[in-house]
């Protein structure tokens, strides 16, 4: 049981380029979340989803785009990456008052 | 404006020694609390948690008090052990405020226990 899966773990990029990050739970908690980890400022939130079709802006949404088309699916968008974009992402869902979290994608814009 | 800080970025206990991480929140509406912890190249993964009408809560070697009135909170770990070497998140949530859903984070402890 994979439980929360996303994909690539590792891209690299150029500057103005569009690159979207996957990721897949297996189980069927409704909330899911995107969150960047940066050195000094820990973890934030991009964007989450309370449910398919319903999306909402957290902390640091600029210059990211996200869908929920099914439940188990919410790709991250990044539609022109820039160098400030390089992070590592993390995919998240919650199951009552713990979030799951995935293995991460290290993103580099070169 | 941060609203959950944990001031030490770094720790660094022996082992068998207790290992204490600190967090403080400034946001009042904030009831539910978590501690996660990172191994590099994973994921944070869930640790301990306390609800604000609780002052502490024991798993195993991980003890979270809580102090609603310095807006405070600390996880403590006796004894310390070689493994638990990685990176510690504070997380807040306004269960009672309908927000949940939604988990502020601190920006982390890394805590290195020496054998």
């Known amino acids: 049981d994979a439980g929360i899966t996303q994909s690539p773990r590792y891209k690299i990029t150029e500057t103005g380029r569009q690159v979207t990050l996957m990721c897949h739970q297996t189980w069927s908690h409704s909330y899911m979340f995107w969150y960047r980890q940066d050195l000094g400022h820990g973890l934030r939130l991009i964007y989450y989803?309370?449910?398919?079709?319903?999306?909402d802006k957290g902390e640091v949404p600029d210059g990211y785009v996200v869908s929920r088309s099914k439940t188990e699916n919410f790709p991250l968008t990044l539609e022109s990456a820039t160098r400030s974009q390089t992070s590592v992402y993390f995919c998240?869902?919650?199951?009552?008052?713990?979030?799951?979290f995935g293995q991460g994608t290290r993103l580099t814009v070169v | 404006d941060q609203q959950v800080k944990q001031n030490s970025p770094s720790l660094s206990v022996q082992e068998g020694r207790i290992s204490i991480l600190n967090c403080d929140y400034t946001n009042s509406m904030f009831d539910y609390f978590l501690w996660y912890k990172k191994y590099p190249a994973e994921g944070p993964t869930f640790l301990i948690s306390i609800s604000s009408i609780k002052d502490k809560n024991e798993d195993g070697r991980f003890t979270v008090f809580l102090n609603k009135s310095a807006k405070h909170l600390s996880l403590h770990i006796v004894p310390s052990q070689p493994g638990d070497s990685a990176v510690y998140f504070c997380a807040a949530s306004a269960q009672s405020g309908g927000s949940n859903y939604k988990l502020t984070f601190g920006k982390g402890t890394l805590l290195t226990v020496n054998p």
């Open positions: 998240a869902t919650l199951r009552s008052t713990e979030a799951f």
């Open positions: 989803s309370a449910a398919a079709d319903i999306t």
